[in-house]
């Protein structure tokens, strides 16, 4: 696993970042159990990109800053994040509540992007189409209802976290609750800004998406102009995860295409 | 020392076999298991010994609040309160409610506390707490800045009660032009006594000794040892800030049963409290402390806790822990006595009927209780306060 680990200091916050790969640049925002290892999508995608994935402030290795009180504040934040890093036609790529604020970032200021990827993405809400309730999930549900195979479930359930991990997952979960307990996963207002997103805009789902319903899929279809949905069948809340070959063949022939 | 006759009033005919198909007597156990005939009766019991207290000599009784669940049919305690403030004469009353953080709106509190005031003559108790955990799913309220809300829908609420209206409050939750309410508090110098309840919690003992508040700091339900650890916690927080704690801020919530003789006492209770322990408090842990009620580190801490001994709570284990203290006179005065001299409490909250403790039982334990434990701790603390 070729990657790099850094911390940076922007706005006044601590950020952990993973880096590999050389090319076109693709920032990776992560979901509500963040982004402690390097995965192998990761790595597949660093073959053709330079893959950077910062941990967003409240979760992981990064600080929990005073001002962090919800998605408005994360998405302004990583605005700081693109002119820190001089980043210029940014391939974004978010998956869970990391694609909710992707697309914040993206009705906030798309100057600087090249394209935008929602993977299952928290953020709107379609009337009567419940997402799960991840909060009152125990750690058994939790595994059994993020994959579709689950032998992933098994995987994940056989590994019992360490005192430092459960910390860590525990942070995870208390700035996810800033982040998304209410309005549960959505923000009242997004749905009405989506249309001004112009870049081009891949929406990936896993047909079995138990944490966000794959019906939603449509929803953003519908809302974001220049965009596609991609539903892959036989999977649960994590494509990259559980099928991770299919998902960076996706999203790098997206790329590929919308890339002039 | 003083007395009280705490009640939760729980839904005490729950179907127990609930538990073959629901994993808890809270949020999501379905409200048909709640039959209105019966409510209303067990309603009116409860009330009906509630103000059996006031005769029978408690110095005060409590009620409570909690929200979607068979544990405590008391959502929205004031009401309870309302109707205990006409018919009882003496007893102070206590609402331990009201959970801040759930308001959208704290000054209903400031109100609903002020009329409970006004018409008692200044026999109200202000409870404040931030509710458990299971609150924040019911409610859909953000656990994670339960700590905020809390402490800023206190400072509202006493700036309602201690500052002239109208004024103006300017916090991050809540704003407001006017706060300027009707009725003023009947208690005005500087306001009625806050008692603040706690499952334990270092934060709060630290906040509520401040020498600005002195807020009677309530135990709830736990073993003696914590009860001792938390108590021992207050006083020497408040000689950190320089003064010595009395036993008006310390208080113990416990459930309580005591019979003609130990052997008696204990046949009595167990089915009863161990449907208390059992199937009233069952909840899993995500609904007890979702994310943000605690801190992470004492989260981590209960969590490890949790693995070490899930075991199930029977009355023989609480009866041990003394979570519980059940026997004869006898045994419950040895007990209390001990404990009191030991810890220094100034209030004991005693929960005399619990789970599925009948009319009948209840009364009994009532009035053994405030004719032969109540009158002779009294005296043993009366005197040694003398």
């Known amino acids: 696993m070729s990657f790099t680990e850094s911390t940076e200091t922007i706005t006044g916050c601590n950020v952990r970042f993973m880096r590999g790969g050389k090319g076109a640049p693709l920032l990776f925002l992560h979901g509500s159990s963040g982004a402690a290892r390097w995965a192998p999508f990761m790595e597949k995608l660093a073959e053709s990109y330079e893959v950077i994935v910062p941990e967003h402030p409240g979760f992981g290795a990064s600080d929990s800053p005073e001002w962090l009180d919800g998605m408005s504040d994360l998405a302004f934040f990583y605005l700081d994040v693109i002119d820190h890093l001089g980043l210029d036609k940014v391939n974004l790529v978010g998956g869970s509540i990391g694609g909710w604020l992707s697309a914040e970032i993206a009705i906030r200021n798309q100057t600087k992007l090249n394209s935008l990827t929602v993977v299952a993405p928290a953020g709107i809400r379609v009337k009567g189409l419940r997402k799960g309730d991840v909060f009152l999930w125990n750690a058994e549900e939790t595994a059994r209802n993020l994959f579709h195979d689950q032998t992933y479930a098994e995987q994940m359930l056989a590994t019992p976290p360490s005192k430092e991990g459960l910390e860590v997952i525990l942070k995870n979960r208390l700035t996810t609750a800033k982040l998304a307990w209410e309005p549960r996963f959505y923000n009242p207002d997004l749905h009405k800004w989506l249309h001004r997103i112009s870049v081009p805009t891949l929406i990936v789902w896993g047909g079995d998406d138990k944490v966000v319903p794959a019906g939603y899929g449509p929803a953003w279809r519908d809302l974001i102009p220049d965009s596609r949905l991609e539903v892959i069948e036989n999977c649960g809340h994590l494509p990259q995860v559980e099928k991770a070959e299919r998902f960076v063949e996706l999203v790098g022939g997206f790329i590929g295409e919308v890339t002039r | ?386």
């Open chain 2, 1 to 386: 020392m003083k007395f009280y006759f705490m009640h939760l009033m729980p839904y005490a005919d729950l179907d127990l076999s609930y538990d073959e198909k629901h994993n808890s007597a809270w949020v999501t156990l379905p409200n048909t298991f709640f039959d209105p005939k019966k409510g209303h009766q067990l309603y009116n019991r409860y009330l009906d010994e509630l103000e059996y207290a006031d005769q029978l000599g408690f110095d005060g009784i409590c009620v409570n609040e909690h929200h979607s669940n068979a544990y405590g049919l008391m959502p929205i305690p004031g009401v309870m309160a309302g109707a205990l403030a006409r018919r009882t004469k003496n007893v102070k009353i206590a609402i331990l409610g009201r959970a801040l953080p759930l308001l959208n709106n704290p000054l209903t509190v400031a109100e609903e506390f002020a009329m409970v005031d006004n018409i008692t003559g200044g026999r109200l108790i202000a409870g404040m707490v931030r509710g458990i955990g299971a609150e924040y799913h019911s409610w859909g309220v953000n656990p994670a800045f339960s700590h905020e809300r809390f402490q800023e829908a206190h400072d509202l609420i006493l700036q309602a009660w201690t500052q002239p209206g109208p004024s103006v409050f300017e916090g991050k939750h809540y704003n407001f032009e006017y706060v300027n309410v009707w009725p003023r508090v009947y208690q005005d110098n500087p306001h009625p006594p806050i008692w603040i309840p706690s499952q334990g919690s270092s934060e709060t003992i630290e906040w509520a000794a401040h020498p600005d508040r002195k807020y009677t700091y309530l135990q709830t339900f736990a073993s003696v040892s914590t009860v001792a650890r938390y108590m021992k916690m207050y006083k020497d927080v408040a000689a950190g800030y320089g003064y010595e704690a009395t036993e008006d801020q310390l208080g113990w919530s416990l459930p309580l049963y005591v019979a003609e003789t130990d052997e008696i006492a204990r046949k009595e209770a167990k089915e009863h409290i161990e449907a208390f322990l059992q199937k009233f408090l069952r909840m899993p842990m995500e609904m007890l402390l979702p994310p943000g009620y605690t801190s992470v580190k004492s989260m981590v801490g209960a969590l490890s806790a949790k693995a070490g001994h899930a075991m199930k709570q029977t009355i023989d284990s609480v009866i041990e822990e003394g979570k519980f203290i059940c026997g004869s006179p006898a045994t419950v005065r040895e007990k209390l006595e001990e404990y009191q001299s030991q810890i220094g409490f100034g209030h004991l909250l005693t929960l005399l009927q619990f789970g599925t403790l009948p009319a009948e039982l209840t009364r009994k334990n009532m009035e053994i209780y405030s004719k032969e434990v109540m009158p002779y701790l009294r005296n043993v603390t009366s005197r040694k306060a003398a």
